[in-house]
């Protein structure tokens, strides 16, 4: 079953890796093309127009954007960090209900395999994706990037990381929210809600003291890319709380299917 798994979702894997692939190639070989001498003048005087908190949103307070790695570290990650979001929310909304969408839960019932066991199952291949799309993609712009000649091996590896501090959470809440559901186009919709208002929270919370306390109500907190990029270091703190809300929302997926009634 679990061969079929693979093989069932391995398009869709494919298919946003291929758009991560394809955007940050696209960058790469334009970018030594539009960032001239000139150009960067200009990006430096309008920089000065954005109020502080409008850069520090974006990490362009902490770098510069004058080369790939630069970009890569602000615009690039804010991209990385929403595409590995909607990647995870929606193979955590779909990969249990589509069973019930399909009516293939009626062939899998008749099999002597426990609810437990399904779960189970496909929770070990969405990860082994969610872990996949994380590594190859790293492993890409580790190639590009060198080749440009300016890269911080260690930053870089721990900014690599960072996605999947926010993807295993956000695959598991959405697993979780759609044993609550039967038809895969709700669970899509609150998917990439959750990962919209997750973002906006957490970028809401970077504008202002007054509504810093947002960042605590966001999943995106967890990614803890500023503390890389100045310290050269993910905060163990930030990866307890994402292993711990992963387990919780997987515990509460098996409760939770084990009782519900299928289609």
Known sequence: ?????????????????SILLIMFLVVYLIYPYIITDNTMEEMDELMKVFPPEMLKTFNMDMTSISTAYGWFKTEGFMFILLIIGFYSSMLGGNILLKEENDKTIEYLSSLPIK???????????????????????????FISLSISGDLDQ??????????????LPLFAINLFISTFMHKTKKTVGIGLGLVFIFYLLNVLSELSTKVEFLKYFSIYTLADVRNVISKVEINPIMICISIVLTVIFIIGTYINYSKKELI
């Open 1 to 17: 079953m679990i061969k079929r798994e693979f093989k069932v979702n391995f398009k869709n894997f494919i298919i946003w890796l």
């Open 154 to 167: 260690k930053q870089f590896i721990l900014l690599s990381v960072t996605p999947l501090l926010i993807g």
């Open 115 to 141: 609810r437990s066991k399904i779960i189970t199952n496909k929770v070990l291949v969405s990860i082994t994706y969610i872990i996949g799309i994380v590594l190859l993609f790293g492993i890409f712009n």
